[in-house]
């Protein structure tokens, strides 16, 4: 694994929003970069990150079974006891999950390690499976990159293959909030893929979602949101002013309610109890202010966070490093500090995405800090040809 300069394609920015990134600067900074990637061999992708995340991704599954049929479990994840019935349902009902992430330190030497799966709402998927391919077929026509360059990615054909599993009958509402342009450009692309499934879709705002006199679900027009994929998660669902009709709605929701279990961070530690000493685990536990964390060198995690925020780096017990944000209340868990590998002089992290439950691609975040947040440049890879 190597981070290389490269030059940039003529015109990129054009390109990006010809086929809709407008988003490849934030607040001024560059999102999507280009200048660099980073090159893999077949080995590294296969043996260091899509076995490793298809093995997780079972695992995983495992322990939600677990955590719907335990009333201690759903209680040390914070999860209301009012939407516990809805879960198990979801769950029992084996409602269909479409998509997540795992974020993994690796540099291509040792085992890729865990720092948390993205299982809800994971972010940067329209760049991993639309854009950094585009830019893989741009560079090799150009010459920047040599004929036989490949790439772990193969989301979109998983998104299209897995959204016709579905089996959709009617009208699928694809919604995200308002002023979020990110989020807005990757339900447009969900619902271009869903369209390829055969899906017909319409893109609404959460926002403007009613309900009728029976306590459902309606779009704006009227219609009943029967089926709705929402980039927008479930902690904030529960405690949304419509919460109280999610329990006896007839809304079947991507991502569906079990995948809450998942979404939070509180499995980090159980995952760890059930598995202590995998190669692709960190040590993880339950934070308790009145008791010293097993090692000295640590992270602090809300249950629930987004995007890097509200995480505390403590060294030798002493906190060193702390991002803002408004989670926490719900409580922490700590992680063995394990830091991003520096490669090239850039802090890269993995995110191997999940699909139809296939290990099927990957995109990489990096940052000059230890976190990975909301601002995080992507930088595209590539497979090089030849490499052993």
């Given amino acids: ?34 200048s660099a990637a980073y090159s893999f061999t077949l080995e590294e992708i296969e043996a260091g ?7 997780l991704a079972g695992m995983c599954l495992d322990l939600a079974g677990e955590i719907a049929g335990s009333e201690e479990l759903l209680t040390a994840l914070r999860i209301p006891p009012e939407f516990w019935n809805m879960l198990r349902d979801s769950w029992q009902r084996n409602e269909p999950s479409l998509y997540g992430r795992f974020d993994f330190a690796y540099d291509g030497h040792g085992p890729a390690k865990l720092y948390e799966y993205n299982a809800d709402t994971p972010t940067a998927l329209y760049e991993a499976a639309f854009f950094q391919w585009r830019w893989l077929e741009d ?3 150009l010459g920047t990159l040599p ?40 339900v447009e692309y969900l619902m271009d893929c869903a369209a390829q499934a055969g899906i ?57 309610a079990w995948k809450m279990l998942l979404s939070n961070k509180g499995i980090l530690p159980l995952l760890w109890e059930r598995h202590k000493g995998h190669p692709n685990l960190l040590p993880a536990w339950f ?14 995690k809300p249950l629930l966070s987004r995007e890097g925020a509200n995480i505390y780096v403590f060294k030798d017990h002493k906190q060193v490093f702390m991002t803002e944000g408004i989670y926490g209340d719900e409580g922490f868990i700590g ?21 139809g439950g296939k290990s099927c691609g990957l995109g990489l ?17 590539f497979i090089a040809p030849g490499r052993a």
């Fill in 287 to 300: 934070h308790n202010p009145a008791k010293t964390p097993p090692v000295s060198d640590y992270v602090l």
């Fill in 49 to 55: 990150l899509e076995e490793p995340a298809q093995e």
């Fill in 200 to 256: 017909e879709g319409r893109q609404i705002y959460m926002e403007d979602i009613g309900v009728d006199t029976q306590g459902l679900f309606i779009d704006p027009e009227g219609a009943p949101v029967r089926r709705l994929f929402k980039l927008y998660p479930w902690e904030l669902m529960w405690k949304d002013d419509f919460a109280d009709f999610l329990p006896a709605c007839d809304t079947t929701f991507v991502e569906p």
């Fill in 139 to 141: 560079c090799i026509q």
């Fill in 365 to 381: 975040r990096e940052d000059d800090s230890p976190i990975t947040g909301n601002l995080s440049r992507f930088v595209p890879h």
């Fill in 147 to 186: 004929e036989g360059a490949d790439q772990f990615n193969s989301i979109q054909e998983r998104l299209i293959e897995t959204f016709a599993s579905f089996q959709v009958k009617g009208l699928m509402h694809f919604a995200s909030m308002k002023d979020t342009e990110e989020d807005r450009a990757t």
């Fill in 335 to 355: 992680q063995a500090l394990n830091p991003p590998p520096f490669v090239g002089g850039a802090g890269p992290v993995c995110g191997v995405w999940i699909v």
């Fill in 1 to 34: 694994m190597r981070r290389v300069s490269l030059d940039p394609r003529p015109g990129w920015t054009e390109i990006a929003e010809e086929n809709g990134f407008f988003f490849h600067h934030v607040d001024g900074e560059i999102y999507w970069d280009e």
